[in-house]
């Protein structure tokens, strides 16, 4: 099993960046498609960016697009979501998430091991 912690999180303005960190311990993740989830109070949990075992396909929700980047250092164990231009809407508990065998989704149903989450806060 894996086991994956974020960090990065935190109280920043509109029109800021912040880049989270999920690092994974336990069985090697190497091979998993890794991605990133948000949930806002009172909302259902949405898919944010996703990416391949070795970093060539990402994919990112519209919402995100062109403001995102996923990444991963397979070496370091890490997965990382440089998040840029940040806005109110962005406000939000952030998951790291894997699937097994580099499988693609966008559904949280499809996720196979998540990460306890990081608070990101966008004040306006």
């Known amino acids: 099993q894996v086991q994956l912690v974020e960090s990065g999180g935190g109280l920043v303005q509109a029109g800021d960046s912040l880049r989270l960190s999920c690092a994974a311990s336990g069985r090697a993740f190497s091979g998993d498609r890794m991605g990133w989830f948000r949930q806002a109070t009172g909302k259902e949990r949405e898919f944010v960016a996703s990416i391949g075992w070795n970093g060539g396909s990402t994919y990112y929700a519209d919402s995100v697009k062109g403001r995102f980047t996923i990444s991963r250092d397979n070496d370091k164990t890490t997965v990382y979501l440089q998040m840029n231009s940040l806005r109110p809407a962005d406000t939000a508990v952030y998951y790291c998430?894997?699937?097994?065998?580099?499988?693609?989704?966008?559904?949280?149903?499809?996720?196979?091991?998540w990460g306890k989450g990081t608070l990101v806060t966008v004040s306006s």
């Open positions: 998430a894997g699937r097994l065998g580099d499988a693609f989704f966008t559904s949280p149903r499809n996720v196979d091991y």
